[in-house]
Nanobody, 125 residues
Framework: QVQLVESGGGLVQAGGSLRLSCVAS????????MCWFRQAPGKQREFVAA????????DYADSVKGRFTISRDNAKSTVYLQMNSLKLGDTAVYYC??????????????????WGQGTQVTVSS
């Protein structure tokens, strides 16, 4: 079992920044690929950013490229999502997820085994 706890969400004005954190416990963090997804009211959960277990490989949704950065610190069992130049359309509940994977990045929610409880990000005008 892997437990994931997100933090760092909140209310921010458009153009502002937030950094989300997701702390993992229960298994060897460095063997898990990690991902951030988000879900806005009335919409399906969508991929945001993914990182390989080593942190070397990353992938981003087109809507966040150039604005968001995913990173991880395996010594702290933590994955981060730095969000800059936030837009109204970024408002959603953000979830981190983990998947046992020795190689690659994964962007399909169905591939992930463990999920956090989510953290709300609200961008105001």
């Amino acid at each position: 079992q892997v437990q994931l706890v997100e933090s760092g969400g909140g209310l921010v004005q458009a153009g502002g920044s937030l950094r989300l954190s997701c702390v993992a416990s229960g298994r060897t963090f460095s063997t898990y690929a990690m991902c951030w997804f988000r879900q806005a009211p009335g919409k399906q959960r969508e991929f945001v950013a993914a990182v390989s277990r080593t942190g070397i490989s990353t992938d981003y949704a087109d809507s966040v490229k150039g604005r968001f950065t995913i990173s991880r610190d395996n010594a702290k069992s933590t994955v981060y999502l730095q969000m800059n130049s936030l837009k109204l359309g970024d408002t959603a509940v953000y979830y981190c997820a983990s998947k046992y994977a020795l190689m690659g990045v994964w962007i399909n929610p169905a591939d992930y085994d463990y999920w956090g409880q989510g953290t709300q990000v609200t961008v105001s005008s």
